[in-house]
Nanobody
């Protein structure tokens, strides 16, 4: 399984970015997908996930600002990020789960990451 992220960059606080993750190597529509992030000096943390049926999950700090979605024709998962804050600065990783919903034990597959920098 390969996961390739794109869409990161530098944006001012209050701005928006959309991250994309193109997946290959398995039947995309059958599995949950997610986004994690890791800021400098911090642990990698969960941001959002989407089940096979498009049900979303969010960490509380991004709920109402970020939207996760999936396109099962393009085998792509997206993370629309609005009202960005400097504390959202991190490397964002796409993740693939082994089942239809996000598993408590965490994802099985990871992308290489894309940098998001939010300036104040």
């Amino acid at each position: 399984v390969q996961l390739v992220e794109s869409g990161g960059g530098l944006v001012q606080a209050g701005g928006s970015l959309r991250l994309s993750c193109a997946a290959s190597g398995r039947t995309f529509s059958r599995y949950a997908m997610g986004w994690f992030r890791q800021a400098p000096g911090k642990e990698r943390e969960f941001v959002a996930a989407i089940a096979w049926n498009a049900f979303p999950y969010y960490t509380s700090s991004v709920k109402s600002r970020f939207t996760i979605s999936r396109d099962n024709v393009r085998n792509t998962v997206y993370l629309q990020m609005n009202s960005l804050k400097p504390e959202d600065t991190a490397v964002y990783y796409c993740a693939g789960y082994s089942g239809i919903t996000p598993a408590s034990e965490g994802p099985m597959y990871w992308g290489q990451g894309t940098q998001v920098t939010v300036s104040s």
